[in-house]
């Protein structure tokens, strides 16, 4: 069963709020088992993103970390250090949201991680990767959504607008699990862990790749066009008498269909 594919796996999850708990849960979903590792002077900070509650706890933490283990383990002390080194010896995957340049400081970089146990695939997910001039900042979804230029085309002519939900931070997740299955299948090869570093800036500027294609095809920005799109049509939400209706009629199949089904064949020609 596709529940039980990672059987067997063990991920330590050091990650907290959004993109790095929805990797964890992605891979927990397949049958992994993971711990996630919160520091005990208060844990994920998604813990206090509340009302609502759900069970007395927050729904946003709740919303993410199903299927999970749960440890506090200070690691800035000699003794949860060590019991970290503990754990790290029996994972097969190691998960982190940290501003580059944590991990380090604390002894578990990388390459301090690899030397001990090369095995491990390594996953840093950060505002802006850990390369690059940005790389020491950190990030949330709207700042990668802002800067990725999808505020540049969502919402209307008059308005920028962010997406709905917190896209960056889910996609840069979905990234990070896709990348790890990919390097468990490169170590059943190998016997070699991997690195894998990404980003909520990456995560959101993969979906703007139509716009920033007819970018750099034409030369010309792409504008916000509220609810429409740009490359067909009827294709967008339209006001009717009592209320909101969303139209999809993406090809000449569609729209033929559409106009049969509003009686207004007329419309053909």
């Known amino acids: 069963m596709l529940m039980s594919a990672l059987e067997g796996i063990r991920v330590l999850e ?4 959004m993109a790095g708990p929805f990797c ?7 049958g992994a088992e993971v711990i996630k590792i919160e520091n005990p002077r208060g844990g994920d900070d998604s813990r206090r993103m509340a009302p609502p509650y759900y069970n007395g706890e927050s729904a946003a933490f709740v919303a993410v970390n199903r299927n999970k283990y ?4 200070d690691i800035r002390t000699p003794q949860g250090s060590e019991l970290l080194w503990r754990l790290i010896e029996t994972a097969d995957v190691l998960v982190e949201n940290f501003r580059p340049g944590t991990m380090e400081r604390l002894g578990f970089g990388y390459e301090q991680v690899h030397v001990k146990q090369p095995r ?3 996953c840093s997910i950060s505002g802006f990767g850990h390369t690059g001039p940005y790389a020491d900042r950190g990030g949330f979804d709207l700042v990668a959504q802002a800067m990725s230029g999808m505020l540049s085309i969502t919402g209307s002519p008059q308005e920028p607008a962010k997406v709905g939900v917190p896209i960056s931070d889910l996609n840069a997740g979905l990234f990070a699990s896709h990348a790890i299955l990919a390097a468990l299948l490169s170590r059943a090869r190998t016997g070699e862990g991997q690195y894998i570093d990404t980003s909520l800036f990456e995560a959101a500027l993969a979906y703007t790749i139509w716009e920033s294609n007819e970018y750099w095809a034409t030369g010309t920005p ?22 909101w209706v969303a139209i999809g009629a993406a090809n ?9 089904a509003l009686d207004r064949s007329d419309l053909l020609h």
């Open 14 to 17: 050091l990650t907290q709020i």
């Open 24 to 30: 964890g849960m992605l891979l927990a979903d397949l």
């Open 70 to 73: 749960g440890i506090a383990l």
């Open 120 to 122: 491990l695939i390594y």
């Open 222 to 243: 792409p504008q916000r066009l509220g609810t429409a799109h740009r490359l067909a049509a009827p294709y967008q939400v339209f006001t009717t008498a009592n209320g």
């Open 252 to 260: 000449q199949r569609n729209w033929e269909r559409l106009v049969q």
